[in-house]
């Protein structure tokens, strides 16, 4: 199965592949879709167009990792009605990658690209699940948030942080099909690499 031209399986990729993983990713240009850019965005029309659906919105979902690919928050057992509701910064984090997951880590001068989805009761019960919110102990938290729209309004919502728990992951480099997963969020929004490219440049030296 290819994710983005990038081969998945479940083995650990060896450091020389992910280095060309990097490497692969196409740099940051003029056609690039900054999130510093300042476009028309369906934000506030995608909310009102959320508050008129006949599946009300309960919660706004900031994803960050494998979740930016539509097709598969959109999975039968994640959420299948979910709603863009535009691009995000989550100013002052730091995106890390791991073994099979992502995680934000507090940095003033950073900040994360992610998307916004408006999702139902149900969707995001299920989506709670699915990242291992409920489960005891929990293997992701759900932290509230403030992001910032790309034409620079905030929004309020929440993300999946790693519960201190299962940390242990963070001594495990990222996976090949990990990688394809975000490689392929990044390139389905059109999203400047430069956050992911240092995060897997991190993880190289785990």
């Not at 998945?8 to 060896?14: E, F, I, Q, T, Y």
């Not at 950073?110 to 291992?132: I, S």
């Not at 489960?135 to 759900?142: E, G, N, R, S, T």
């Not at 309020?156 to 242990?168: D, E, N, S």
Request: charged share 30%; aromatic share 8%.
């Amino acid at each position: 199965m290819i994710r983005g031209n990038v081969e998945l399986a479940s083995s650990r990729v060896p450091r020389a592949t992910r280095g060309e993983m990097a490497s692969s990713i196409p740099p940051a240009s003029a056609t690039t879709r900054r999130l510093t850019d300042h476009r028309p965005l369906r934000g506030e029309k995608g909310m009102a167009q959320m508050r008129d659906a006949s599946l009300p919105l309960y919660g706004v979902n900031f994803a960050f990792g494998s979740n930016l690919d539509p097709d598969r928050i959109r999975a039968d057992d994640r959420c299948p009605h979910a709603e863009e509701i535009g691009h995000v910064r989550l100013e002052g984090w730091r995106l890390e990658i791991f073994a099979g997951a992502a995680d934000i880590e507090p940095d003033a001068a950073q900040f994360v690209p992610a998307v916004a989805w408006g999702l139902n009761p149900k969707d995001e019960a299920q989506l709670d699940r699915r990242e291992g919110a409920i489960a005891q102990p929990p293997d992701y938290l759900k932290k509230p948030l403030i992001a910032i729209l790309e034409e620079g309004s905030e929004i309020r919502g929440y993300t999946y942080v790693m519960a201190p728990g299962r940390r242990y992951k963070r001594k495990h480099a990222p996976n090949e099909q990990y990688l394809g997963f975000l490689i392929t969020g990044y390139s389905r929004h059109s999203f400047d690499t430069t956050a992911l490219e240092a995060a897997i440049a991190r993880s190289e030296h785990r």
